[in-house]
């Protein structure tokens, strides 16, 4: 159910070209507003939202905010930007995207879904068990799925709200959920924090408002013990090995994974999850234990029809017996894991990947030297700033020579610094074989090279596997 709050108004959107902002869009028209709004760039999302009837505006202007009543903003829109300074100045509201949101959801029965990493692949498969059981579930995720008309939002008629909630810019405190589920906690968005000490506080404080009758899903393992300290509402933990929901006879394969799953230790049968990795099941089985206490009879074996979120783990193709799969990983964590579920295919993996702006490649520098272990090669792109300003000693060239100076002896794991896409698909070209993975890793941009190295592989003359050769163990 979606609050009419907005109805008869004329709300902007900056950023609108956005996974997070785009998705308001279909649930602000549900309810009656009118819906305009910018972005830096044209893109294929623009002309899905202009066939909505959403007047999108390429560039920034002042002009924009002709007849508007509210101005939402992208947390990648500067406080200074022009046109936020100009709907100040006349007094409009303006809210963040996370703001939105959660007015949005007022009167409704909430899951929220917040964490380091996981939260749009967990969100989504609770959210298609939600509406695979008749709840038709208003639901909000922070990326594209086919099943939501290509983008990150469903206009149910229910009265539970699914959203993934974003924790980067402490928007999702506002939430106050009936179920929260946290995927994880790591070392991220540190620098609106201040600590991972503060991070851990501000999940800490959102999770005390769930009312008594409420519940939280927790990782068994990772968090502080003082994040669910003093709860007022139930906990429930999931783990693959153990937990109060957990799996058994797991069986991780290169298309995805199966499971039993149990719950206070009755098995709910066997689940399939139809994205490889182990961190994909658990993803699952945090989704699955969040689905039962809205939905008790919610069919579980839905989950083997829940599509993938575009650019989770997205295979492309296997031209010339070379797979090329897209990620949206990121993090260093996020990176480890994709490679992982990437070597469950066989064959070598050779990563391309876009670091995402310069602060994270600052703050994981270390991390990133490590988290490349298991791939057999790794190619780096240039910096995807996202409007942020270099950072000394943190471009990719840096990145690329510590890697170098990490696996150095281990002459066939090649590490190379490409300084544009023409460049790293020359180097994939020469180092690829059939039989392996070429894996497309980054949140910019970087998922343009995927459909043009399908046409390389396709054109370029077969050949000979070279075998497996060893990586570094972990």
Known sequence: MITTRFRGLHVHLLGIGG???????????????????????????????RSR????????????????????HSA???????????ARSRGLPVLTRGECLVRLMEGSRTLAVSGSHGKTSTTWMAAHLLTESGLDPVVMVGGAVQALDGGGARAGTGNVFVAETDESDGSFAGVEPEIAIVTNLDHEHLRHYGSFTALEDA??????RIPADGAVIVPTTGLAPRITAGLRCRVLRVGLDAGDWHAAKLELGPDGSRMHVIAGGTDLGEVQVAIPGAHMAHNALMACAAARLLAPACDLAALAACERVRRRFTV???????????????????VRATIAAARLGGGRVHVVFQPHRYTRTADCFDAFTQAFDQAHGVAILPVYAASETPIP????????????????????QTVAFCADPAAAIAHLGAVAAPGD???????????????????????APARESPGLVPVVKA
Do not use: K, N
């Open 393 to 412: 000693g943190v471009d990719a060239a840096d990145l690329a020579a510590a890697l170098r100076a990490r696996r150095a002896g281990l002459g066939e």
């Open 316 to 334: 492309h193709g296997q031209p010339a017996g070379i797979r090329v799969v897209e990620d949206y990983g990121h993090h260093p964590t996020e």
């Open 19 to 49: 996974a997070g902002v785009s998705a308001l869009v279909p649930l602000l028209q549900r309810v009656g507003a009118t819906v305009s709004g910018c972005d830096a760039h044209d893109a294929p999302m623009l002309d899905r939202l």
């Open 203 to 208: 999940f800490h404080a959102w999770l005390m």
């Open 53 to 72: 009837g959403v007047d999108c505006a390429v560039g920034h202007s002042t002009s924009h905010l002709a007849g508007v009543d509210v101005v939402v």
């Open 76 to 86: 990648a829109v500067p406080v200074d930007h022009p046109e936020l300074t100009m």
């Open 437 to 459: 993975t070429v894996l497309v890793l980054g949140a910019g941009d970087v998922g343009r090279l995927a459909p043009r190295l399908l046409e390389h592989f396709t054109l």
